[in-house]
């Protein structure tokens, strides 16, 4: 059945924007630019976007070619004044964080897209060399074959619907599946209608260890199931791999260690050929409460340790790494609307951007960008502040302590750092909050890369 439906504001302006005529007034001005040019392209912004400085800001921060772009997070806030939540994305830490687990990694690199499947991420990593991705939903498949056609996709799920399982092999050309029961490996073979063709994943669950979020309560075969999987396995498909997570945030190197050890016994239990090892994720970022050693030295280690466990030589290696490429990409900055002795009442939490902070009790490191007329002359005292959401559930907080200057005051605003891992991912819209205003920080501006400011 065919529904008309009215075009919304927004995709008349992105309509409006594919034509040339358009999108070239949004150009970066050429040198031979003449003033009756320049004048005519800032006629048009007004009439896209009205005469409100912070409008056309914003709109070029959201527009299809475009990003408002500043040299510091508090150079954005003092410029804007953001009444909703807004992600200062910085590129340079993302390309930076890829580069550096290229550079140590000796096998394939899977971005775990459920950490941040934001398109401007995705298109920075993919730009550092990025071009394999770990994905958990139709939903992820469709948005990384939008953006990277070309791209070799990991369905990483242990459970999975069968018209994903269906649809990924024949639409999307998925080959790569994992599992962690006799059940659903029944599932992806009826799929797939006894592919021969498949990349076929035991996962194995851990004892907890060093992880701040631990995984294997939900996912994973235990080592007596896995060595029936994988010999079950190992009849029918093209290569055999083995798959395992230590956690997400894991502070101890040594994790991966027993890790790869216990995979060593399983795989000289089920005496069987090894095509792919699969170390996961769990690699962390760094906070002022949470000290972690440097990812080379986790990498250095798991890989020595893989030296030692007798693989054959064509066994290839792979990891899911997510917090680790894109954990620093971003700075939240929220908005203090209301201060009550020793709580903080702000214009996120819990059901947006913090869950982590609110369920998982994860520190993340906070200062404090005060508002024009708000700067202090002095530094302030610190003081012990609960923190409060938007949302009308009385559990939606951060209990702390979480020390913040003491002269904080409504319309201040708290800059959060390292929320590019699950945090916009993890927004539900409860209450009617959400937001998904970005602008880009970086310290030395393109000439070529649309500004407004």
Same mark, same amino acid.
């Given at each position: 059945?065919?529904?008309?439906?009215?075009?919304?504001?927004?995709?008349?302006?992105?309509?409006? !924007?594919?034509?040339?005529?358009? /999108?070239?007034?949004?150009?970066?001005?050429?040198?031979?630019?003449?003033?009756?040019?320049?004048?005519? /392209?800032?006629?048009?912004?007004?009439?896209?976007?009205?005469? &409100?400085?912070?409008?056309?800001?914003?709109?070029?921060?959201?527009?299809?070619?475009?990003?408002?772009?500043?040299?510091? *997070?508090?150079a954005?806030?003092?410029?804007?004044l953001?009444d909703?939540?807004?992600?200062?994305?910085?590129?340079? @830490?993302?390309?930076?964080?890829?580069?550096?687990?290229?550079?140590?990694?000796?096998?394939?690199?899977?971005?775990?897209?459920?950490?941040?499947?934001?398109?401007?991420?995705?298109?920075?990593?993919?730009?550092? =060399?990025?071009?394999?991705?770990? *994905?958990a939903?139709?939903?992820?498949?469709?948005?990384?074959?939008?953006?990277?056609?070309?791209?070799?996709?990991?369905?990483?799920?242990?459970?999975?619907?069968?018209?994903?399982? &269906?649809?990924?092999?024949?639409?999307?050309?998925?080959?790569?599946?994992?599992?962690?029961?006799?059940?659903?490996?029944?599932k992806?073979?009826?799929?797939?209608?006894?592919?021969?063709?498949?990349?076929?994943?035991?996962?194995?669950?851990?004892?907890?260890?060093?992880?701040?979020?631990?995984?294997?309560?939900?996912?994973?075969?235990?080592?007596?199931?896995?060595? &029936?999987?994988?010999?079950?396995?190992?009849?029918?498909? /093209?290569?055999?791999? #083995?798959?395992?997570?230590?956690?997400?945030?894991?502070?101890?190197?040594?994790?991966?260690?027993?890790?790869?050890?216990?995979?060593?016994?399983? #795989?000289?239990?089920?005496?069987?050929?090894?095509?792919?090892?699969?170390?996961?994720?769990?690699?962390?970022?760094?906070?002022?409460?949470?000290?972690?050693?440097?990812?080379?030295?986790?990498?250095?280690?798991?890989?020595?340790?893989?030296?030692?466990?007798?693989?054959?030589?064509?066994?290839? #290696? !792979?990891? @899911?790494?997510?917090?680790?490429? %894109?954990? /620093?990409?971003?700075?939240?900055?929220?908005?203090?609307?209301?201060?009550k $002795?020793d709580?903080?009442?702000?214009?996120?939490g819990?059901?947006?951007?913090?869950?982590?902070?609110? !369920?998982?009790?994860?520190?993340?490191?906070?200062?404090?960008?005060?508002?024009k $007329?708000?700067?202090?002359?002095?530094?302030?005292?610190?003081?012990?502040?609960?923190?409060?959401?938007?949302? %009308?559930?009385?559990?939606?907080?951060?209990? =702390?302590? +979480?020390?913040?200057?003491? $002269?904080?005051?409504?319309g201040?605003?708290?800059?959060?750092?390292?929320? =590019?891992?699950?945090?916009?991912?993890?927004?539900? =819209?409860?209450?009617?909050?959400?937001?998904?205003?970005?602008?880009? +920080?970086?310290?030395?501006p393109?000439?070529?890369?649309?500004?407004?400011?």
């Amino acid at each position: 059945m065919s529904i008309s439906v009215s075009p919304r504001p927004h995709l008349l302006v992105r309509r409006l !924007w594919m034509t040339k005529t358009v /999108r070239g007034f949004f150009c970066a001005p050429s040198q031979r630019e003449t003033g009756y040019m320049a004048k005519e /392209r800032g006629a048009l912004k007004s009439v896209l976007y009205g005469t &409100s400085e912070k409008n056309r800001i914003m709109a070029a921060a959201n527009a299809p070619n475009g990003i408002a772009c500043f040299t510091s *997070v508090e150079a954005a806030v003092q410029k804007l004044l953001p009444d909703k939540p807004l992600y200062c994305m910085h590129p340079d @830490e993302i390309k930076e964080a890829a580069t550096l687990f290229l550079k140590h990694f000796s096998g394939k690199t899977f971005y775990a897209v459920k950490s941040n499947p934001d398109k401007y991420v995705l298109q920075q990593l993919g730009s550092a =060399g990025i071009c394999h991705f770990d *994905v958990a939903s139709m939903d992820e498949i469709r948005l990384i074959k939008g953006l990277f056609p070309e791209s070799c996709l990991a369905f990483m799920n242990t459970v999975k619907a069968r018209e994903a399982i &269906s649809a990924s092999y024949y639409d999307y050309g998925v080959r790569t599946f994992v599992f962690d029961s006799f059940q659903e490996l029944q599932k992806i073979r009826q799929e797939t209608n006894d592919a021969t063709d498949l990349n076929l994943f035991v996962r194995l669950a851990l004892p907890k260890g060093s992880a701040l979020h631990p995984l294997s309560e939900k996912f994973g075969a235990s080592p007596e199931l896995a060595v &029936s999987l994988l010999q079950e396995a190992s009849l029918k498909s /093209r290569r055999l791999g #083995l798959s395992f997570h230590v956690g997400s945030q894991t502070m101890n190197p040594n994790s991966y260690i027993f890790a790869l050890e216990l995979t060593q016994r399983v #795989l000289r239990e089920a005496n069987v050929k090894l095509d792919i090892l699969d170390i996961g994720g769990g690699f962390p970022v760094p906070s002022s409460n949470n000290k972690v050693p440097p990812l080379a030295n986790y990498l250095e280690i798991i890989q020595n340790e893989i030296k030692t466990m007798g693989l054959s030589k064509d066994c290839e #290696l !792979w990891a @899911e790494p997510g917090t680790a490429l %894109c954990g /620093r990409s971003t700075t939240l900055i929220l908005r203090v609307e209301l201060r009550k $002795d020793d709580a903080l009442h702000l214009n996120d939490g819990g059901y947006g951007a913090l869950f982590d902070c609110c !369920w998982l009790k994860v520190h993340k490191d906070m200062r404090v960008i005060y508002a024009k $007329d708000n700067s202090p002359a002095n530094d302030p005292a610190q003081k012990a502040f609960k923190l409060y959401g938007p949302t %009308c559930d009385s559990s939606d907080a951060i209990l =702390g302590p +979480i020390y913040l200057p003491d $002269d904080i005051e409504e319309g201040d605003f708290i800059a959060v750092s390292n929320m =590019g891992a699950y945090g916009m991912a993890m927004q539900s =819209g409860f209450n009617g909050f959400y937001s998904d205003k970005k602008v880009e +920080i970086i310290s030395s501006p393109d000439p070529k890369v649309m500004t407004l400011i």
